[in-house]
């Protein structure tokens, strides 16, 4: 069945890096498109990054362009967020999410904590 497993979270300062990792089991990884949503304390879930089919195209909301990367190797079916300049706005629960067949998958999510 579909798994979806991040790792990677932790505490990081302003200004500092943290690497989340998505390790995908279950489908179709290269054909498949896969996006990283954050949610923090009180509010709605929202997305930050996607990475879609073979061509592995991209997009990023407004707020983490320039900062965070998302990219995915398909040899170990796992996608990364490389997320760089942290801001505590950042500070979130970030999850993976795919959409495949009319069903909706989530991971248990990774917290991520910007503090000084």
């Known amino acids: 069945q579909v798994q979806l497993v991040e790792y990677g979270g932790g505490l990081a300062q302003p200004g500092g890096s943290l690497r989340l990792s998505c390790a995908c089991s279950?489908?179709?990884?290269?054909?498949?498109?896969i996006t990283w949503y954050r949610q923090a304390p009180g509010k709605e879930r929202e997305w930050v990054a996607l990475i879609v089919g073979t061509g592995g195209t991209t997009n990023y909301r407004d707020s983490v362009k320039g900062r965070f990367t998302i990219s995915r190797d398909t040899a170990k079916n796992t996608v990364y967020l490389q997320m760089n300049n942290l801001a505590p706005e950042d500070t979130a629960v970030y999850y993976c999410?795919?959409?495949?067949?009319?069903?909706?998958?989530w991971g248990q999510g990774t917290q991520v904590t910007v503090s000084a």
């Open positions: 999410n795919l959409k495949k067949g009319g069903q909706t998958y």
């Open positions: 279950g489908f179709t990884f290269s054909s498949s498109a």
